[in-house]
Structures are given as structure tokens and as C-alpha cells.
């Protein structure tokens, strides 16, 4: 390879560079932002559950939304049976955002915090709700 | 290699400079088209492609012409295209760059554009279009850095180099007959819906492709010391008037099918773009400039003592080029599409920002070509112009 | 089903993994132990094996008609209101015959004059063998095995527009800027568009999930009929097999799937 080396070199810095802000973060403790679960959808539930678990909808809901969207759109199937048997229909507009209808206190607050930009509100109508 | 590109004449960062504000307009312009939406361009739900993919069609015969002097070349071992070869190599990296960003810039949701490798879609001629795209880009590059370099090191290129300049020659082709099938296997466009339209692209593909090619070398003689050679450029122009004159018997072809037939749908485009349709005509000035241009060029080519002077060779070049571009490059995709579905006429004109982002990619193809030209006539005039046997 | 804390972090990293490796990572998460077995349908759902409409001309009387139609399908779906023809979208609509029925109308142009004069509804036709589908480099649309309606998944398209290249029946519409400010009154049930993608009737496949005809078909007070073609004994059939009907342009191969019934008993 003509001047294989600098190249070599060059990937090397290339691979640092973009993988700075993943290994400059690794094994810290990052302080999560409070989420705001007062919303009166959630205030009128008697047993307060997420469709899954919390832990699993912190970490995962993305994922979640992501195979919702296909079941629903691609294999059209509309419903969710979640690991406690409970069923729920498949949709962020209609089922996540009717409990979460504080989308600003909720969604926004950790998606603003960690600087992504979910297009889901390009096309999903977000609820009503007082600034 | 790459050091050549960065000394050069005033002239040479002139140049330079000029296309980096073309492109800087047009890249301002892009970045209003990514926020507003492709609104701002003259498309319509009737007219769904425009300038962009006219363009992007232009230029994949650009790409594809490249083989015009390698073939020759390479497979005839045609010495008068020794030095000119690398300048057909070289062209066809920009057009297929060119290319890639004319789809780019289309897209509606261009941060999406993954999708095509993330969920392959083996009927949808668009995904094999990509790959044979981008094969002939590394093919190219592949191709034409390899034996510049050696060529530089005064060796003979390595043997392997050979397999992959044969699979470039076969192809070349295959690029543009692949785009011919983008259009010519839609049901119900009629002035697409032709087995003629890859033969017919091919054919004006290898006229407009080795025009510019003429023109490119006589710029690159008259500001460098590299000769490409005066037997080359003859030859090229026998390849352009030949074609050239295929390109225009195929249009004979179809037009005889079309109106021969008496089928309103297959002749309604054509009257269209050369006649107007119902009041509608906005198309038929330009059209009629390229039929001109057409003749200009063809009498110029035909008759040999003509093409032989070589000023005038280069104004039928300039014909060919700006004739083909305006009925290959403008007329062959908005006429696909008018009368619409419906039969209803909505006409279609690039609007300004279309035609900066339009210039500015232009740009960027020409500032390839400036930078890679620069490079292969450096490394020749350091070598001493001397005719290298591969 | 039980699935611990850890197989989800397992499937996490696989789903990373499968942004690099693209879609044969995709279908890993969806076989992936949580989703699979999840899924339920709603008992409710309409099903078929061949969807199709026909739409008795007959019934269509005043311009009122029509409108109704086309109203319910755009309202709940938040289909925009763009007055410029440019930029239009409209999923069901009206053309004259000439315009719909192009081939026919060489054929004859001294068709009756009720034929002739009377606008006619038109939408997708969901094709049996869509060319939109043919042409889509990313399944954005595809159509739907278990019923045969060509769908739009517009989180996919990339807006290329070659399906509306590809369709000859002019059923597509793109988003040649963001929607939103030209729909009147958003229905917050459905979503609406973003800029860049293309869209279309999906059948009201929405609506079908939880048990009820498309929109255009209730709306319609008994103008279009609804049915599974590929059942002899449903209404759409029976009314095919005892009235005269045409379709648009089918000598294309397209095999449309929306019907016009002409002709009486
Ligand atoms: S009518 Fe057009 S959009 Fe609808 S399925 Fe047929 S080809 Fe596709
Ligand atoms: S515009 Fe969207 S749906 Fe249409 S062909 Fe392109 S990706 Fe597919």
C-alpha cells in the first residue's frame, strides 16, 4: 500500500477521535435527571405500572418503540401482552403519551439532557399541555 | 500523489476559488432545501422528478464514457490513447461522484438514505443501481491511482491491475443500462417504456462522454505541457460523430414507433417537449435549441475536413455536449411525466434554488476533475511526457 | 416469558450491534426472545385475504356525496389542505371519467352523457401486483401478505419518489414541506406526516385492526361496499358478480383492487 503507514496512523486517529466522547464518559456516574410522574392519568391509577418495568422502559422504551412500530405497521398486530399478562395497544400517540401527557417534564427532560433528538414528534401528535 | 494538487498557477487557484464559491452558494441553498423540504424546488406531485435526477441521469453516460478510450486502449492496445486514457479514467470518478450526490440531494429524507443497505430490496432496480454505481466508482479509482502511480515509479503497472481494467470495461456499460432501467419498466409511462431506452442512452452516453473528453484535453494542452496528442483527440471525434449519429437514428427509431402507431399515449410526451401540448410549452424552446445544436454538431462531424480542424471540432463538441445534456439531461425525465396519470398537464421549471444546489454539485465534479487532472498532468509533465507502455 | 434485567441488557447490546450490522440485526430483535410471543391481535380486527372496494356510481349522487366521502378519510386521517395544486395531497379524491378512465375514453367518446359528465372517486387501488412496491429501494412500501394492502411504513421512506414514478394512477402524494401548519384541525389519534416522505390510503388499516370499515365506506351510506375478494359468499363479490364494473387501467397488469360498478342488475 502507498504510504500504508500514514494511513494507518491516520485511522488510528480518526477511530480515537470519534470514539472520544464513549470512552471519556466509560464508568462514570452520570446524574439522571428527575422525571415528573405526576400527571393525572398516573395519579388516578391505583397499582402506579408502566407497561414493563421501570427499569426496562428506562433503558429499553426505545428499543420497545422501535419493534411497536413494526408489529403494528409491518405485521399488524395492535397488541402488547406485557410480562405481568396485562394487554395494551401498540401506540406512542395513543397509549404512552395518554399516562405520560407531561411530555415536556418526561420525554423532553432526559432526551435534552443526553442531546438526542427522537424525530417521533416530526409525525406523532405530542399531548396538549400548558409551557 | 496528492501533494501535486496543492502547487499550482494563479490561474490553477483561481479556478480553484471560483468553484469553492459555486459550491458554497449551492451548499447554502441545500441547507434551506434540508430545512424547508423540497418544496422549494419546482417539482409537483405531477412532476415528481426534475433537474436533480435529469442531472444525475446525464452523468452516469458521463461515467460510463470513460470506456471509450479505455477500451481502445486496453483491449486493442490503440497507442494514440496512451495519454488520454487517464483523463477518461479520471472523468468518470467525478460523474459517478456527481451522481451520487444528485440522488443525495433529491431525497426527501436524505439522513435516511442507509435505508437502501439496511433493508436491501432486491426488486427495486434503485438498490442495484447503487451497487453498480459504486463498484464503478472503486473500479475507477482503483484503476486509474494505480497506474498513475506506477507510472510515476517508471514501472509497469502490476499484472492484477489488468483483471479489474477488463471488469471496468464490461461494467461501464452496465451502469448506464441499469439507470435506463430506473425508467424504461414503468407501467404506464409511456415515453419511458421503451427496450430502446439503454441502447439509446448508451448511444448518446458515448457522444456526449468523449465531447467533453475532447474538450477537456484541448484545455488541458493549451494550460499545461501535457499533450494528450493530436491523433487522440481526432479519434475521439470520429467516436462522437458516430455515436452522435446513432443517438440521433434511435430517436428516428422511436419517433417512427410513436406516431407509426397511431397510440396517443406513446406520442403525447414527445409532442410535448417538441410542440407543446394544449397551450402547455414551456419545454419547446430549449428543446428546439438542442435539435439545433443537434444539426450544427452533425454537420460539423460529418463532413471529415471539417471535424479535422480542430477549432471547429471543438465547437461541434460543445454541441454535442449541451445538445445531449438538454434532451437527456432536462427533457427525457419532465417529459416522462407529462401528461400526468390523469392526462392533465402541470409543467415544470427548476426553480433558483434548484439550479444553485444543481451548479453547486456541478462544482464539485468540476473541482475533482481540477484536482485529479492536476495530479495526473503534474506527474506526466515531472516524467517528461513520455509515451508509457502498460 | 419471564425475562430478567440482564437478557434485557443482553438484547440492548445486540441491538447495538445490529445498527452496525443493519438488517440482519433488525430481525434479530423482533425474533428476540421479549417481543416474539407478545404480539397479540385485537379479537376485534376485520380479516381477509384480498381486500377490495367497489364503488356504485350510482349511489353518488350530489356533490355532497362525494364530499362526505372524501371528508371523513381526510379529517381523521390529518390529511393537510395545501391550496396549491403543486404541493396537493389528497388520498381519495374526485376525477372526471375522461381523466380516470384514459383508455376507455379513446375507445368511445360518445359514451353516455351521465358517464361522462359524472366525477368519479379515486384512491389507491391496492394493486395485487403493485408497481410502487416493485420500484421501492426500501420496502417503506410493501404490501401486506396477509391482506394484500399496500402499505406505507413512512418512518422508512426515504422520499425518492420512485413509486410515485412507479404508480401509474397517480395515488401518491409527497410532503414537499412539513404538513402540519395545513391541517385545520389535527385528529389526535392519528399521526400526521413529516416533510420528505410519501404517502397514501392505507385502506384505514387503523381502522380494520379494531373491527371497522375504512372511513370512506362507512361515510359513504351504502355508495361503496367493502369486502374480502377472495371470498365468493362476501357482499363486495356478490355485488361484482351481478353488476357491471370497470376498473382503471387494468390493462396494465396492475390488478386494482378499487372497482366501479357501472351498470345496474
Ligand atoms: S394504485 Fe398506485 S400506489 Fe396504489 S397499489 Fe397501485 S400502484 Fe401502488
Ligand atoms: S419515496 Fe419512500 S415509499 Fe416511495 S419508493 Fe422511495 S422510499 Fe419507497
Known amino acids: ?131 | 500523489m496528492l501533494e501535486t494538487a496543492f502547487k499550482g498557477s494563479r490561474i490553477y487557484w483561481a479556478w480553484v476559488l471560483f468553484l469553492l464559491v459555486i459550491i458554497g452558494i449551492g451548499f447554502i441553498f441545500y441547507l434551506r432545501q434540508f430545512i424547508i423540504g423540497l418544496g422549494v424546488t419546482g417539482m409537483s406531485r405531477d412532476v415528481s422528478w426534475g433537474f436533480y435526477i435529469s442531472q444525475f441521469t446525464f452523468l452516469v453516460g458521463i461515467a460510463a464514457s470513460g470506456v471509450m478510450v479505455v477500451l481502445p486502449y486496453y483491449l486493442h492496445n490503440y497507442k494514440a490513447f496512451g495519454k488520454i486514457t487517464i483523463l477518461g479514467e479520471f472523468l468518470a470518478i467525478p460523474a459517478v461522484i456527481m451522481c451520487m450526490l444528485f440522488i443525495f440531494v433529491d431525497l426527501g429524507q436524505p439522513l435516511r438514505v442507509l435505508n437502501v443497505i439496511l433493508y436491501p430490496t432486491l426488486n427495486s432496480v434503485m438498490f442495484y443501481d447503487m451497487v453498480v454505481l459504486g463498484g464503478y466508482l472503486f473500479l475507477n479509482v482503483l484503476v486509474g491511482w494505480s497506474a498513475l502511480s506506477s507510472e510515476r515509479k517508471g514501472i509497469a503497472p502490476p499484472k492484477w491491475l489488468k483483471f479489474f481494467i477488463i471488469l471496468s470495461i464490461i461494467w461501464a456499460p452496465s451502469i448506464h443500462t441499469v439507470t435506463a432501467f430506473l425508467y424504461s419498466g414503468l407501467p404506464g409511462k409511456y415515453f419511458w417504456m421503451s427496450a430502446l431506452l439503454a441502447a439509446q442512452f448508451l448511444a448518446s452516453a458515448f457522444a456526449s462522454g468523449p465531447s467533453l473528453l475532447i474538450l477537456l484535453a484541448l484545455i488541458v494542452r493549451k494550460f499545461t505541457k501535457f499533450d494528450p496528442g493530436q491523433e487522440a483527440i481526432q479519434a475521439l471525434g470520429k467516436i462522437v460523430t458516430y455515436f452522435m449519429l446513432t443517438s440521433v437514428f434511435f430517436l428516428g427509431l422511436k419517433l417512427f414507433t410513436s406516431f407509426y402507431s397511431g397510440i396517443p399515449a406513446y406520442s403525447h410526451s414527445i409532442i410535448y417537449l417538441y410542440a407543446g401540448l394544449d397551450d402547455y410549452n414551456k419545454l419547446v424552446p430549449i428543446m428546439w435549441i438542442s435539435n439545433i445544436l443537434t444539426v450544427i454538431a452533425l454537420v460539423l462531424l460529418v463532413i471529415p475536413q471539417l471535424r479535422k480542424n480542430e477549432l471547429l471540432l471543438a465547437i461541434a463538441s460543445v454541441c454535442v455536449f449541451f445538445a445531449l445534456w438538454i434532451d437527456k439531461g432536462f427533457g427525457l425525465i419532465v417529459g416522462g411525466f407529462v401528461p400526468n396519470s390523469f392526462k392533465q398537464i402541470t409543467e415544470y421549471w427548476p426553480t433558483l434554488p434548484e439550479m444553485s444546489i444543481t451548479l453547486g454539485v456541478w462544482a464539485i465534479g468540476f473541482l475533482i476533475l481540477t484536482i485529479l487532472y492536476k495530479i495526473a498532468v503534474s506527474i506526466r509533465e515531472e516524467i517528461g511526457n513520455v509515451d508509457v507502455h502498460h | ?265
Open chain 3, 1 to 265: 416469558m419471564g425475562i430478567n434485567r440482564r437478557d434485557f441488557l443482553k438484547i440492548a447490546g445486540i441491538s447495538t450491534l445490529a445498527s452496525i450490522g443493519g438488517a440482519a440485526g433488525l430481525t434479530l430483535i423482533k425474533s428476540g426472545a421479549i417481543e416474539a410471543a407478545q404480539y397479540i391481535d385485537d379479537p376485534r380486527a376485520l380479516k381477509a385475504k384480498r381486500w377490495g372496494i367497489a364503488i356504485d356510481i350510482n349511489k353518488f349522487k350530489t356533490p355532497e356525496d362525494y364530499k362526505r366521502v372524501m371528508n371523513a378519510c381526510h379529517t381523521i386521517h390529518n390529511v393537510p389542505e395545501i391550496n396549491n395544486p403543486k404541493e396537493e395531497i389528497k388520498w381519495i379524491w374526485t376525477e372526471s371519467y375522461e381523466h380516470s378512465f384514459s383508455s376507455q375514453e379513446y375507445a368511445n367518446p360518445y359514451i353516455q352523457d351521465h358517464l361522462k359528465k359524472k366525477p368519479f372517486l379515486v384512491l389507491c387501488n391496492h394493486c395485487d401486483n403493485p408497481p410502487c412496491v416493485r420500484v421501492c429501494p426500501t420496502k417503506a412500501t410493501y404490501k401486506r401478505e396477509s391482506d394484500g394492502i399496500v402499505m406505507m411504513d413512512m418512518h422508512r421512506c426515504i422520499g425518492c419518489r420512485f413509486c410515485m414514478a412507479g404508480c401509474p394512477y397517480g395515488a401518491r402524494s409527497f410532503n414537499w414541506r412539513d404538513p402540519r401548519p395545513f391541517i385545520k384541525k389535527l385528529n389526535p389519534e392519528f399521526p400526521t406526516r413529516m416533510k420528505g416522505v410519501v404517502e397514501k390510503c392505507t385502506l384505514c388499516y387503523e381502522k380494520l385492526a379494531i373491527g371497522l370499515k375504512p372511513a370512506c365506506v362507512e361515510a359513504s351510506n351504502g355508495g361503496m361496499y367493502f369486502g374480502d375478494l377472495s371470498d365468493p359468499n362476501s357482499d363486495i363479490r356478490k355485488v361484482l358478480a351481478s353488476h357491471y364494473s370497470i376498473r382503471r387501467k387494468a390493462e396494465l397488469g396492475t390488478t386494482p383492487c378499487v372497482f366501479y360498478i357501472i351498470g345496474g342488475q
Open chain 1, 1 to 131: 500500500m502507498y504510504n500504508g503507514g500514514k494511513i494507518i496512523i491516520g485511522l488510528l486517529i480518526f477511530i480515537g477521535f470519534s470514539t472520544f466522547p464513549f470512552l471519556f464518559t466509560m464508568g462514570k456516574v452520570v446524574p439522571i435527571p428527575e422525571l415528573k410522574l405526576d400527571t393525572p392519568e398516573i395519579q388516578k391509577m391505583v397499582d402506579k405500572r408502566c407497561v414493563e418495568p421501570k427499569e426496562y422502559m428506562k433503558t429499553e422504551h426505545m428499543v420497545m418503540l422501535n419493534t411497536w412500530r413494526d408489529a403494528v405497521v409491518r405485521d399488524g398486530a395492535r397488541l402488547y401482552k406485557a410480562r405481568d399478562g396485562r394487554t395494551y395497544d401498540m401506540s406512542l400517540q395513543n397509549t404512552c403519551m395518554k399516562c405520560h401527557s407531561n411530555k415536556k417534564n418526561f420525554c423532553d427532560q432526559c432526551h435534552n439532557y443526553v442531546a438526542v433528538k427522537p424525530y417521533c414528534w416530526d409525525c406523532h401528535i405530542a399531548p396538549q399541555e400548558g409551557t
